[in-house]
């Protein structure tokens, strides 16, 4: 199956002014993972832990300080977003806040048909307003006419939602990045637009990187799940076997604490205490150390290597090696 997207430690470093030296917030620090055609790659972490950092980086809104993307067998590493023409097809992102990403003083019609005519889809306006309606249409947002001339405050969360992803799938993008697509909206509307995705998934094969702090979300949505703490990865699996089979500490905690996945499980928690260790020039030793029950002399000092523990499920743990 192709790779259509290869990351090799992928670093995002902000430097900040500390008095008498140079220091750095390491947002995402020596990130690998790929994505298959086809395929849904969650990235699953508290808030804070770099994952919307990491989509932000892939998607060319910021530029890295190391590492390599390969996007579509192409080095697109070092190369800013303006720069890259075929670029902003194939690749679409979808925020948090739909409201964020419509100009408020644009009917939806103008928002879903300048991307298209820009990229030249569609043979004329006619043509270009009969591909949104008929998509419209398939995506249950009915009638279409309804909606066309609205503005974005005229239209609910779900619905801004739904067509903010029928903007972007109207490009037929290889991949899509969708950063917390849900968690504004009401739970009601969730799985509307979550199966909305899906069904897109289906239909164009778009690869998704589906960022999410929500692991049940994160379960129903995914085929492999890459879990990220403090800018680092921790673990990294097919959904399945992350969630029966967890081996990082911190991957178990989210798991025990999620009562959806496991309500059985309340005997098994185990409780994590302290703070999420500062991104700010971390220590040394693995990111987790100063939260984790199991915690043990190396792990202070030496940052676990990622370990294969069966195949295509990999953790970095020192309990591991
Ligand atoms: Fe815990 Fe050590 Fe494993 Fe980190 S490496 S998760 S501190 S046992």
Do not use: W
């Amino acid at each position: 199956m192709t790779q259509i997207l290869e990351v090799k430690k992928l670093k995002k470093y902000y430097p900040i002014k500390k008095i008498g030296r140079r220091s750095y917030v390491k947002a995402v620090d020596n990130i690998s993972f790929s994505v298959r055609r086809g395929k849904i790659l969650g990235i699953l972490g508290e808030s804070g832990c770099g994952k919307s950092t990491l989509g932000r980086v892939i998607t060319r809104l910021e530029m890295e300080n190391g590492g390599d993307i390969f996007f579509l067998g192409n080095n697109i590493s070092g190369i800013n977003y303006r720069k890259i023409k075929d670029f902003r097809q194939k690749m679409q992102v979808i925020f948090q806040n739909p409201y964020d990403s419509f100009d408020p003083r644009r009917a939806i019609i103008k928002s879903l048909e300048i991307p298209m005519k820009l990229l030249n889809i569609g043979q004329n306006r006619r043509n270009r307003i009969e591909i949104i309606m008929d998509a419209m249409e398939r995506a249950k947002l009915t009638p279409a006419y309804d909606y066309l001339e609205r503005y974005p405050h005229e239209l609910s969360g779900g619905q801004l939602q739904r067509i903010s992803m029928l903007r972007s799938m109207l490009l037929k993008p290889n991949f899509l990045v969708a950063d917390e697509c849900v968690s504004m909206l009401d739970v009601s509307v969730r799985a509307e637009v979550l199966n909305m995705l899906l069904q897109f998934r289906s239909e164009l094969e778009t690869s998704i990187l589906f960022i999410t702090h929500d692991i049940s979300v994160a379960k129903y949505m995914c085929d492999r799940i890459m879990v990220i703490y403090a800018g680092k990865v921790m673990e990294i699996a097919d959904a399945k076997e992350l969630i029966s089979n967890p081996m990082h500490p911190y991957t178990k905690a989210l798991i025990s604490y999620s009562p959806i996945i496991s309500p059985q499980r309340e005997k098994d928690r185990f409780t994590i205490t302290g703070e999420v260790v500062t991104p700010i020039d971390p220590p040394a030793g693995c990111r987790f150390a100063s939260r984790c029950p199991f915690a043990k002399e190396i792990c202070y000092t030496e940052d676990p290597e990622m370990t294969e523990i069966s195949p295509g499920h990999f953790a970095a743990c020192h309990l591991i090696d």
